[in-house]
């Protein structure tokens, strides 16, 4: 964005193994739209749940937007710090820095990867770790306000930033 780096020496992880879920492709369902039947999400009585892990699995390989590394790589998140409830899924992530000046990108990245993922009967609360960034408080207001969101999403600059962040998530290396 403006060219600051502002943890010019982040610590680098490994990354875990990945789960062992198999895609509806590898379990010999369809993946074709026209196969399956239209879901009625205002009855989540026979809806699939989704668990902790699942949710890590769609975030773990976002980019984070000033290092070639991923989120896991730089433990910003983990699936400890991921809590699904009854279609409310939370997230925390941890930055580098106390003072890193872009975890309201790196929170934004998480909520748009799970918007673009998740059914919409679930709600995501994304969160700063409490204590880990000296304006907590201003970026988890940023993060949950949908006009803030909305409006973050019509500027074209951040959008192709968020993108970048993006384009790796999902990948299985």
Avoid at 49 to 76: G, K, M, T, W, Y
Avoid at 135 to 152: C, G, H, I, P, T
Wanted: charged share 25%; net charge negative.
């Amino acid at each position: 964005m403006n060219g600051e780096v502002f943890n010019a020496n982040p610590t680098i992880y490994t990354k875990s193994k990945r789960s062992l879920r198999k895609s509806p492709f590898e379990t010999g369902q369809s993946l074709w739209v026209d196969d399956i039947e239209q879901q009625d999400w205002s009855d989540t009585s026979d809806a699939e749940p989704i668990d902790q892990d699942e949710v890590f699995d769609l975030i773990r390989s976002i980019a984070d937007p000033e290092h070639p590394n991923s989120l896991e790589e730089l433990r910003v998140v983990s699936p400890e710090q991921i809590d699904v409830g009854n279609n409310v899924i939370t997230v925390e992530f941890t930055p580098t820095v106390p003072h890193c000046g872009m975890s309201t990108l790196i929170g934004l990245s998480i909520r748009v990867r799970l918007m673009r993922c998740l059914p919409p009967r679930f709600k995501v609360d994304i969160r700063v770790k409490p204590g880990s960034h000296q304006s907590e408080l201003a970026v988890n207001k940023q993060l949950n306000d949908k006009e803030r969101v909305a409006a973050a999403l019509e500027n074209q600059a951040l959008v192709e930033t968020l993108e970048k962040c993006l384009a790796t998530a999902g990948s299985q290396e």
